[in-house]
């Protein structure tokens, strides 16, 4: 993937690795309970601003306007609101069982975004894999259809 001018910095070693540990720190953090409920305080704002950057450095050759306005409607938007939803599953869950819960919680949710990290990996793949087998299979079948009927006719000599 080609990034805008701007944020190709987001593909250098040190900012992956600083990522890296991030992401590490951070699921560590999600299995202390009650220290998963401040992150969560500081990560609804956070989610946003990053959505809104890692839109804004997909998207090139487009006047600024237009990015900026796509990159915190769509990005900020979509991060801001799953991470809304995952702090109230935590609200939900620390209140129900005291915080003991929230590991189960924690592990859900990494579980699920390394699924849907796959998928978003697999699905053009397997979706091009099921697009050669139904014009394979199509062409089989007209072929068949055009040699049966072949077959058929009464040939006039």
Known sequence: MTLSPE?????TYPALAAFAIATIFEIGAYYLPWVDNLLDAVA?????VAGTIVM???????SPFLKWALAIIVGGGVAGTVQGFTTITRIA????????GNP???????GGSLLMSIVAIA????????AA????IAWKKIYSWFAGRNRLEPRHE
Do not use: K, N, Y
């Open 104 to 110: 189960v919680v924690a592990t859900i949710e990494a």
């Open 44 to 48: 609804i704002p956070a989610a946003a």
């Open 93 to 100: 869950s620390t209140a129900t069982t005291g915080g003991l």
């Open 7 to 11: 944020f190709e910095w987001i593909a």
């Open 56 to 62: 804004a450095s997909a998207v090139s050759e487009m």
């Open 123 to 130: 699905l053009p793949v397997l979706a091009v894999i099921g």
């Open 133 to 136: 087998a139904i014009i394979f």
